[in-house]
Antibody, heavy 118, light 111 residues
Framework: EVQLVESGGGLVQPGGSLRLSCAASGFNFNIYMMNWVRQAPGKGLEWVSY????????YYADSVKGRFTVSRDNAKNSLYLQMNSLRDEDTAVYYC???????????WGQGTLVTVSS | QSALTQPPSASGSPGQSVTISCTGT?????????VSWYQQHPGKAPRLIIYEVSKRPSGVPDRFSGSKSGNTASLTVSGLQAEDEADYYC???????????FGTGTKVTVL
């Protein structure tokens, strides 16, 4: 069974940093592209970042470019999102999701809540 | 990259059908047959229900169907059931470095 479990969310002050993790199991993690998608309270889904299976290709939404860094450790079946210079508008539930060809995500984690507030 | 446009709400009685539109541009929906749809119940993660415009993952009832014409994609839920009450989001591939753009979301209410 495919499982994705996010962790690392919490309360952080504006300008602070946080590192999210996503533990994957039940599939051959290193051959799959992965995404981070977020959802602000009461709002819609927003794609945040993408990383290829071999980490060669990484992409970011304009809203986080230069502040967030996506990475993965295939030996540990883990995906990460380093978030720096956090802003109020980064407050959201962050989901990791497995991407298939055609850019659809067929498996999602349960999400981890990041709250940016003073 | 702007969000795809969906109606904020849609509704129908049990057994009826409801269709949700998803309007993009010639750079996303109109350019690729990579439109997907997600169902999200309150407090839950999104669930894939349609991919590549009209394909259904295993386990998704055939009451859910998708189509596309030009820059607009559509999701139809036939034979509405109480458990179909949820938020629905479309998504489209938008180029190599914009992996996907999501729709604004539609809340479906079963009357």
């Amino acid at each position: 069974e495919v499982q994705l479990v996010e962790s690392g969310g919490g309360l952080v002050q504006p300008g602070g940093s946080l590192r999210l993790s996503c533990a994957a199991s039940g599939f051959n993690f290193n051959i799959y592209m992965m995404n981070w998608v977020r959802q602000a309270p009461g709002k819609g889904l927003e794609w945040v970042s993408y990383i290829s299976g071999d980490s060669v290709s990484v992409y970011y939404a304009d809203s986080v470019k230069g502040r967030f860094t996506v990475s993965r450790d295939n030996a540990k079946n883990s995906l990460y999102l380093q978030m720096n210079s956090l802003r109020d508008e980064d407050t959201a539930v962050y989901y990791c999701a497995r991407e298939r060809g055609g850019s659809y995500s067929d498996s999602w984690g349960q999400g981890t809540l990041v709250t940016v507030s003073s | 990259q702007s969000a795809l446009t969906q109606p904020p709400s849609a509704s129908g009685s049990p057994g009826q059908s409801v269709t949700i539109s998803c309007t993009g541009t010639s750079s996303d929906v109109g350019a690729y047959n990579f439109v997907s749809w997600y169902q999200q119940h309150p407090g839950k993660a999104p669930r894939l229900i349609i991919y590549e415009v009209s394909k259904r993952p295993s386990g998704v009832p055939d009451r859910f169907s998708g189509s596309k014409s030009g820059n607009t994609a559509s999701l139809t839920v036939s034979g509405l059931q109480a458990e179909d009450e949820a938020d629905y989001y479309c998504s489209s591939y938008a180029g190599r470095n914009i992996r996907c753009v999501f729709g604004t979301g539609t809340k479906v209410t079963v009357l």
